[in-house]
């Protein structure tokens, strides 16, 4: 059944079980107790964010004025995120690709222009950045943060005035609250099964410990084989997570720590059709590529030759993991009219990098010998060493399986290695007061220590059949070059080693004016100045066996034992002014316009190569951002609106892509881009809530005469999420609610040039909640419902677009949980 009757199935089925509900009542002549629908409408008017703005009270969510979307514990699970990056599909103007599994997503933000990973999203916990970069090679903040049942609320902040605070975000900041003891203990367990062998059981607790004192603790423990089943287990870790506040005369101090060890495997493209210029996209032969990764038991633990005698052996179960801790603190005083506040963190992880990266575009056995023969007869090397020409290949499994024919489907794929160490401490101080009737000044300090210690073997191509759980391949020629051994037909080919340090100190002043009743206006400025530094190793290119015949080894990249020092200190401004009218108690108006910035990072002074393109402020300048906003917000019983209008202009900004051969292309863009947002439920009847996000843009690129009009990479014009929640009351305390989630997201380019489309795609995930009292609940989830084949990334390391055979990255096919839930 295709994705449109499968949704219309769904709507007639939400309609008919709201005329039954209605019928049932209108014969019921005694009243609700309570209800519910006006109960949700009256928490959503008194709803207060955190996130954006001076004040630690926060400021309720009508009344701001900028662009935020918030979500509740309960709306998390509702939309059932395969991972933290793929919370931002709640959030319109926001494009997550999370099909790479736990870690490792691609996040877009609305017209800012960005190739991969999520260089304009920052993720916070409990007000702070996690590490204060958003984005480095092989790091993404979204990896750095797990989703469990110890989070109570999560607010995402767009543009507005996050370039004054913190750490100075002008894309998107994701800023995850974590739950506190209350007076009211409050305890849960969770037990979770579901597609790819789920296993995964939550747990929480929090209540008052003594006279002012209140503590939580809580955490998760999960193993799962993932819907792409590579033999082994994609998913296994624990996480916990501790509260401890204590309540102060007009104040409030809060310690916490979380300790994470958790390992994910990270899915990258697998083999698939193309026809009509990428327009359609279809199954490869034999493929299933809902579910089929190439990875296999076989390939798991695999070796690499790193030096002459050196070898390594990784293991791909580690993927894109996370084990690592944070220890943070947050304090909110107020005394004699002025208010301090003060929130800090440390963060230390291995955030190490083991997966597979696909390389060239599937091809036959036969192809690929004779493609293998010409390269080593055009090696002169090769070649004298040899004697003669080989004239014939034989290939065979390593595993023992004989030869393999000359029509079997081959792939070629990077067995990467990437070990990364993360550290870094941040701090941000504020001081505010009312110094006349209504006008309230801020000032504050921002200040972020970090560093990075990296070690990489890029490259390392394995050579294996076209199939899930692919078998690797040896191949030799008739005149003893070996081109491929243990599966391995590719040296490493990128080999550095570095280390960074970066330190970033702001200051900032803010001033909010209630003018009067119905206005309030705000401005800020920041100046902020950033120092990094870097030791990068020289490489050179040698043979690791010093046998010319071993073809796959040659050239290998290693460091030679020098370093090359790095550095650069900039300095930049950032401004916001805002101002929100209110027509009605819950209806208001906002306008906004805001410039930032984005400073360059660890990776841009590795990739400059010398201090001198380092330097070069042309080469590498410091990204410019402005953004102006106008929106409208209002909420009653019928329906909720948060509609906003937005433009941003971008200058300097610097993009790179690793092909499969190892070479690097850098570029340098601005862009432009004009939109509008929305998010917007309806509730036409009790107990049904119909909510439509999503978002239009019109976003290109210009200053780069070979990108100059083309469409933003990666981000659709058009997408959309359509939501219909029904509850059903059974009983005095029991209920069902069922909801579901249509989404469509629009055709896309996977690169600057346009040269690989992406065609668009549509979901449907549906879910069910039984609540039995208000103690046990049942919950049973599904994604992807209808098996849709979508594609959220191209092949990224190649530059341009294929027909016929390709890599590409489609979404997880259909998975099924089941939760049980018991409070106490």
């Keep these: 059944m295709n994705s449109s009757k499968q949704f219309l199935l769904s709507s007639v089925t939400l309609a008919v079980l709201t005329l039954m509900n209605q019928a049932a009542q209108a014969q019921d002549a005694t009243p609700p107790a309570a209800a519910p629908a006006k109960d949700s409408v009256a928490a959503e008017l008194q709803q207060v964010v955190v996130t954006g703005v001076a004040a630690s009270r926060g400021v309720r969510k009508l009344d701001s004025a900028f662009s935020i979307t918030t979500a509740s514990e309960e709306q998390l699970k509702q939309a059932s995120p395969s991972s933290t990056a793929d919370v931002m599909k709640l959030v319109p103007g926001v494009y997550a690709e999370a099909t790479g599994g736990q870690s490792g997503a691609n996040i877009e933000v609305r017209g800012f222009p960005s190739g991969s990973d999520s260089p304009f999203v920052s993720v916070q916990m409990q007000g702070n950045p996690i590490y ?19 989070i109570e609320r999560v607010e995402v902040l767009r543009g507005g005035p996050s370039t004054i605070f913190s750490s100075g975000q002008p894309g998107a900041t994701m800023n995850f609250i974590l739950k506190k003891g209350t007076d009211t203990p409050e305890g849960s367990i969770r037990f979770t099964a579901g597609t790819g062998e789920l296993r995964r059981v939550d747990l929480y607790y929090g209540g008052k410990i003594g006279d002012g004192w209140y503590g939580s603790v809580g ?28 309540k102060l005369d007009q104040g409030e101090l809060t310690l916490y720590t979380r300790s994470t060890s958790d390992k994910n495997a990270f899915y990258t493209g697998v083999p698939l ?9 279809s199954a490869f032969p034999g493929f299933d590529p809902l579910k089929g990764t190439l990875m296999s038991g076989e390939m ?50 291995d955030m190490n990098t083991i997966a597979m990266f696909t390389g060239n575009n599937p091809l036959t056995m036969g192809a690929y010998k004779a493609a293998a023969i010409a390269s080593a007869n055009g090696n002169a090397a090769t070649l004298a060493a040899a004697g003669r020409p080989a004239t014939s290949a034989t290939a065979t499994f390593t595993n023992g399986g004989g030869a393999v024919s000359d029509s079997t489907q081959v792939v070629q794929a990077g067995l990467w290695a990437v070990e990364k160490k993360l550290k870094s401490f941040t701090d941000e101080l504020r001081v505010s007061r009312e110094w006349m009737q209504g006008n309230t000044v801020t000032v504050g300090a921002y200040f972020a220590s970090y560093s990075s210690d990296d070690v990489w073997y890029l490259g390392n191509s394995h050579l294996m059949t076209a199939v899930p759980n692919a078998s690797l391949i040896n191949v030799k020629l008739n005149n003893g070059v070996v081109v491929s051994n243990n599966g391995t037909d590719g040296n490493v080919f990128y ?128 990204p410019k951002i402005k953004q102006l906003e106008v929106g409208f917000k209002t909420v009653g019983e019928l329906y909720s609106a948060y509609i906003n209008a937005f433009h941003t202009e971008f200058d300097g900004i610097a993009f790179q892509q690793i092909l499969s051969n190892g070479s690097i292309l850098n570029s340098t863009s601005g862009s432009k881009g004009n939109g509008l947002e929305w998010e917007v439920s309806v509730r036409p009847v009790r107990n049904l809530t119909l909510t439509l996000t999503g978002d239009y843009q019109k976003s290109e690129y210009k200053d780069n005469p070979a990108t100059e009009g083309k469409t933003v990479q990666r981000q659709p014009k058009l997408q959309f999420r359509f939501t219909p929640t029904y509850k059903i009351p059974l009983g005095e305390d029991n209920s069902v609610k069922l909801y579901g989630t249509y989404t469509k997201i629009g055709e896309r380019w996977a690169d600057q040039a346009n040269l690989q489309y992406l065609p668009s795609y549509r979901t449907l995930d549906l879910g069910a909640l039984f609540s039995l009292g208000d103690k046990i609940e049942l919950r049973l989830a599904a994604t992807n419902v209808n098996n849709e084949l979508g594609l959220t990334e191209g092949n990224s390391r190649l530059s341009s677009g294929n027909s016929g055979p390709i890599n590409a990255r489609p979404l997880f096919g259909r998975a099924v949980e089941g939760s049980l839930l018991y409070r106490f």
Aim: charged share 25%; no cysteine.
């Design 219 to 246: 955490g998760f423990y999960r193993t799962a084989h993932g819907v792409r089943d590579a033999g082994f287990p994609a998913d296994d870790g624990h996480q916990i997570t501790a509260t401890l506040t204590r």
């Design 273 to 281: 059709i193309s026809a009509n210029e990428g327009r359609s996209i």
């Design 495 to 622: 080999a550095p080693n570095a280390s960074y340090d970066g330190s970033n100190t702001a200051f900032y002043v803010s001033n909010e004016w209630k003018v009067n009743e119905r206005i309030k206006v705000d401005a800020g400025a920041r100046r902020e100045r950033q120092k990094i530094d870097g030791s990068v190793s020289n490489l050179v290119s040698a043979d690791t066996d010093n046998n010319p015949l071993t073809v796959y080894n040659n050239g290998t990249s290693m460091p030679n034992g020098a370093y090359t020092a790095l550095g650069r200190k900039d300095t930049a401004s950032s401004f916001t002014i805002g101002g929100n009218y209110k027509l009605s108690k819950d209806a208001s108006v906002f306008a906004r316009a805001n410039t930032g910035h984005t400073f360059i990072t660890f990776d841009d002074l590795r990739n400059a190569g010398s201090q001198k393109a380092v330097d070069d402020r042309s080469g590498l300048p410091t």
């Design 300 to 349: 798991r633990r695999f070796t690499l030759e790193a030096a002459p005698g050196k070898t390594l052996t990784y293991d791909l179960g580690d993927g894109r993991g996370l084990k690592g801790n944070v220890f943070g603190a947050e304090f909110d005083q107020t005394f004699s009219g002025w208010t301090v506040s003060n929130k800090f963190n440390r963060f230390d992880a």
């Design 132 to 150: 204060p970069v958003p984005t480095l090679s092989f790091f993404e903040g979204s990896s750095a943060f797990r989703l469990d049942d110890t």
